[in-house]
């Protein structure tokens, strides 16, 4: 940037101090800066200065449109209902009693929700206890077999010892007279 300035060239530049030739490069600096600034300040003064007139008039307009819509709605309560500042009053006065309302259903529902929490758990440990009876009943059935097992052991011996009882009545029967005055103390 230095290089190409003529003054940096001249022969006065070449015999000036250290300090002096800073002072000349700052001046050279200076001036470089504020053509390009001045030439940035151009551009965006083409794009500013519009920009502020359409600034402008939207804000313009939109007070217009406001201020013509706030007089349209005034005129239009007073047309639709000139008691209105009395039914606006009582609907505030319903929206409080609605919020109301609402505090108490949610107070209901929070109440609600941990009974059905509660109802929950309950179920949970009916679901472990109907667990647990199913393991007894599964114990009792094994249980209910074993005894089956005997009962049938037991029958079997039952059916052994009335065949084996009547045998001994035939043979005792066979055993002839001498043995007839016992056979009128046994119930055979």
């Known amino acids: 940037m230095f290089e190409k ?8 530049y070449k015999n000036l101090s250290p ?10 600096t200076l001036t470089n800066f504020f053509k390009n600034f001045d030439k940035s300040m151009y551009r965006w003064e083409r794009m500013i200065y519009p ?3 359409v600034v ?4 313009l307009s939109g007070f217009y449109l406001i201020y013509n819509v706030t007089r349209d709605m005034r005129k239009l309560t007073e047309q639709v209902d ?4 009395v039914h606006l009053e009582q609907m505030s006065n319903n929206m409080g009693k609605l919020s109301e309302n609402i505090s108490i259903m949610t107070n209901q529902i929070t109440v609600l929700v941990d009974r059905v929490d509660s109802m929950e758990s309950h179920i949970a440990t009916m679901d472990g206890n109907i667990g647990a009876l199913s393991v007894d ?7 209910i077999g074993i005894m089956t097992g005997n009962v049938a052991e037991m ?5 052994a010892m009335t065949a084996n009882t009547s045998i001994m009545s035939r ?7 001498p043995m007839d005055f016992m056979n009128s103390f046994t119930p055979w």
Do not use: C, W, Y
């Not at 029958?155 to 059916?159: C, G, K, L, N, V």
């Open 5 to 12: 300035d003529p003054r940096t060239f001249s022969p006065e």
């Open 19 to 28: 300090e002096q030739k800073a002072m000349v490069k700052l001046e050279i």
């Open 51 to 53: 920009m502020l007139v």
């Open 56 to 59: 402008g008039i939207l804000g």
């Open 82 to 85: 000139p008691r209105m500042e």
């Open 137 to 143: 009943v599964g114990s009792m059935k094994q249980n």
């Open 155 to 159: 029958t079997h011996a039952m059916r």
């Open 171 to 177: 043979d005792i029967n066979q055993m002839g007279r």
